[in-house]
């Protein structure tokens, strides 16, 4: 499967992030207090460019990080972005993020189900979990609005910024999947 995927639901459009959306991508990501629970809040837009470099420019290769922007259809504007890491050759995690003025429209769980259809339709996926902060609850309700169930809380698995927090492990089934 090469760069050009792109998933199309009645208002979105997910495509492959590319370099030119730094600054569209730094304009959300960069507000520190909606992405409290986020591991990676960027500075700069160098901090952006660094992050882009680093994920896959291919889908589905085990070990790596593949980047969607999510784009409203109509207004054309990058409103966010759900990234897959392809844990290995069966299984994947997600992680979502929208920009504040965009959120409580219903648009991350409409993103998230195609991508979840689409990794276990087409890609076959056995299992897809997130991991998440037990304080993030807009996240948890996203997980459990799409039919996660929790399977795990890690006790102070996560240091960041210097600071352990506990780790939610939310997952569904290839077979528990129905749309
Ligand atoms: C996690 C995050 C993506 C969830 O965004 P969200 O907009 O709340 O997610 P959903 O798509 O589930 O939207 C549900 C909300 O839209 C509302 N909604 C409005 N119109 C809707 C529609 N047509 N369909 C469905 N829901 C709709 C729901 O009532 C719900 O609102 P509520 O939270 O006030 O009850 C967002 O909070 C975020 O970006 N957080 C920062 C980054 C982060 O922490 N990510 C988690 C790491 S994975």
Redesign the pocket.
């Known amino acids: 499967m090469n760069k050009k995927i792109e998933l199309r639901t009645e208002r979105l459009t997910l495509r492959p992030v590319s370099a030119k959306d730094a600054k569209a991508v730094f304009n959300y990501r960069s507000d520190a207090d ?2 409290k ?2 591991r990676w809040i960027p500075q700069t837009i160098n901090d952006v460019d660094e992050f882009l470099n680093k994920v896959s420019s291919k889908i589905n290769q085990a070990g790596t990080w593949f980047q969607f922007v999510i784009i409203e259809n109509g207004t054309s504007e990058i409103i ?1 972005d759900l990234g897959i890491h392809f844990i290995d050759d069966n299984q994947a995690e ?5 920009a504040r003025n965009r ?8 993103a998230l189900r195609s991508v979840v259809d689409y990794l276990f339709k087409t890609l076959n996926k056995h299992r897809i979990i ?1 991991s ?1 902060d037990p304080q ?1 609850l ?2 948890i ?2 997980l459990e ?1 799409l039919g996660f169930r929790k399977e795990a809380h890690f006790k102070e698995s996560i240091l960041i910024d210097g600071k352990w927090v506990d780790d939610l492990i939310y997952a569904i089934l290839n077979k528990e999947w129905s749309r």
């Open positions: 909606t992405n629970y986020q966010g997600l992680g979502c993020t929208l959120q409580g429209n219903g648009f991350a769980v409409e997130g998440v993030n807009k996240s309700a996203m609005r």
